[in-house]
Structure formats: structure tokens, C-alpha cells
């Protein structure tokens, strides 16, 4: 089964940092594109951050100069690493990819991981 394995969400004053992990497991071939989305209670899941096969990468406007994306392919892992959190970031991160595998092309989710900026 193919699927999307996310860690590392938690609670963490302003100004903290955490690293959130995605690691895709079963027959994968390639990932093509892997980011994460976060929503909010009441509002819309948005876009964070994603890294393409190439390795060009996307932020939003929100988190720039803050967030950094990273791989490890032999690992089919991501890391999304968030630092000079604010309490604005706090929502649950979803893990999404796009991946080929021996089955055919997939997108997947990850379960969610809740992040909480406060102090």
C-alpha cells in the first residue's frame, strides 16, 4: 500500500522552530511533487510550501524567508522545517504528494499534524 507518513508536529512558543517529516512508503518510483498544505480551524487548506522532482520549490507569500523544503530521495522523505514561527502559522499540515509507483501515478495525503504557536 502506498501511502504518506507524516511526524513532528507539536507546540512551540513564538519564535520556535519544528521540522515536519513525509515519508512516502510502498512501491514508489519517483516522487514528482511533494509539499505541504495547512488549514486552519474555519478556513480553507492552503498551500504552504512544495518541491518538485527538479528540485525547484514554491513558498507562499506568508512563509518565505521562514519555511525551507528539503528532501531525501533515497528515502522518498520530505522535510518542511519552520523557523520564527508565529501564532498565525498554528493549523494542522497535511502532507500531499504526487508519485509514480508500480501501480501507476497517485496522489496522496498524509494523516495531518497539528502545529501550535503560543506561548
Known amino acids: 500500500q502506498v501511502q504518506l507518513m507524516e511526524s513532528g508536529g507539536g507546540l512551540v512558543q513564538p519564535g520556535g522552530s519544528l521540522r515536519l517529516s513525509c515519508a512516502a512508503a510502498?512501491?514508489?518510483?519517483?516522487?514528482?511533487?511533494m509539499g505541504w498544505y495547512r488549514q486552519a480551524p474555519g478556513k480553507q487548506r492552503d498551500l504552504v510550501a512544495h518541491m518538485l522532482r527538479d528540485g525547484s520549490t514554491y513558498f507562499a507569500d506568508s512563509v518565505k524567508g521562514r519555511f525551507t523544503i528539503s528532501r531525501e530521495n533515497a528515502e522518498n522523505t520530505g522535510y518542511l522545517q519552520m523557523n520564527n514561527l508565529k501564532p498565525e502559522d498554528s493549523a494542522v499540515y497535511y502532507c500531499?504528494?504526487?508519485?509514480?509507483?508500480?501501480?501507476?501515478?497517485?496522489?496522496?495525503w498524509g494523516q495531518g499534524t497539528l502545529v501550535t504557536v503560543s506561548s
Open positions: 500531499n504528494a504526487q508519485v509514480g509507483a508500480t501501480s501507476g501515478n497517485l496522489e496522496l
Open positions: 510502498g512501491n514508489i518510483v519517483t516522487i514528482y511533487r
